[in-house]
């Protein structure tokens, strides 16, 4: 991830009280990807602590993403067991959520799980020619696209025709 995607996603708070209540916030799953934390997917945005009043803002992958609700009171549950007494979760939906905001470790921790994660794109001008939707399984690029949704609206369902096991990909965006 380069240095200026960095910063719009995870803009790591300087102050010990907002380091602490990200780092809490932080520790939140994916309801729909529970091996991805939503600082591994770069859904948590900004963190931004008043006293013992923490506000807290994300960004879903799709604007009609089924899982923020409960990304929302999850965020709220743990900050409050941890101390804070007055939880905000804000949606900001602009910019818009990119996958270029998923760390690496929730790229690995995507394959591992058995979903091929989208690569990062390249931010230095040159277009990049895609082999293919590696399968997570076996390694192989030859696959092929069977439903443009899969399992939820940021997967795609893919199947290998090598080891021909079926598998989601989460979507590029």
Same mark, same amino acid.
């Given at each position: 991830?380069? +240095?200026?995607?960095?910063?719009? +996603?995870?803009?790591?708070?300087?102050?010990?009280?907002?380091?602490?209540?990200?780092?809490?916030?932080?520790?939140?799953? !994916?309801?729909?990807?529970?091996?991805?934390?939503?600082?591994? *997917?770069?859904?948590?945005?900004?963190?931004?602590?008043?006293?013992?009043?923490?506000?807290?803002? %994300? $960004?879903?992958?799709?604007?009609?993403?089924?899982?923020?609700?409960?990304?929302?009171?999850?965020?709220?549950?743990?900050?409050? +067991?941890?101390? #804070?007494? !007055?939880?905000?979760?804000?949606?900001? *939906?602009?910019?818009?959520? $990119?996958?270029?905001?998923?760390? !690496? +470790?929730?790229?690995? @921790?995507?394959?591992?799980?058995? %979903?091929?994660?989208?690569? &990062?794109?390249?931010?230095?001008?040159?277009?990049?020619?895609?082999?293919?939707?590696?399968? &997570?399984? =076996?390694?192989?690029?030859?696959?092929?696209?069977?439903?443009? #949704?899969?399992? $939820?609206?940021? @997967?795609?369902?893919?199947?290998?025709?090598? =080891?021909?096991?079926? #598998?989601?990909? #989460? @979507?590029?965006?």
């Amino acid at each position: 991830m380069t +240095a200026d995607l960095e910063l719009i +996603a995870r803009p790591r708070p300087a102050g010990a009280a907002e380091r602490r209540a990200w780092d809490l916030a932080a520790q939140v799953v !994916d309801p729909e990807v529970p091996v991805l934390t939503i600082e591994d *997917l770069g859904v948590l945005r900004r963190v931004r602590v008043e006293g013992s009043a923490v506000a807290v803002e %994300i $960004t879903p992958t799709y604007s009609g993403c089924p899982a923020v609700d409960a990304m929302r009171d999850d965020i709220s549950a743990v900050l409050l +067991a941890n101390g #804070f007494d !007055d939880v905000v979760v804000d949606v900001v *939906l602009s910019p818009a959520w $990119t996958t270029d905001w998923m760390s !690496d +470790a929730g790229r690995a @921790k995507l394959e591992e799980y058995g %979903i091929a994660a989208p690569a &990062p794109r390249r931010t230095d001008g040159v277009v990049s020619l895609g082999l293919g939707i590696r399968c &997570p399984h =076996c390694g192989s690029l030859h696959t092929r696209e069977m439903a443009h #949704f899969g399992s $939820t609206s940021c @997967k795609a369902l893919y199947v290998c025709q090598r =080891c021909l096991e079926p #598998f989601d990909y #989460f @979507k590029e965006h």
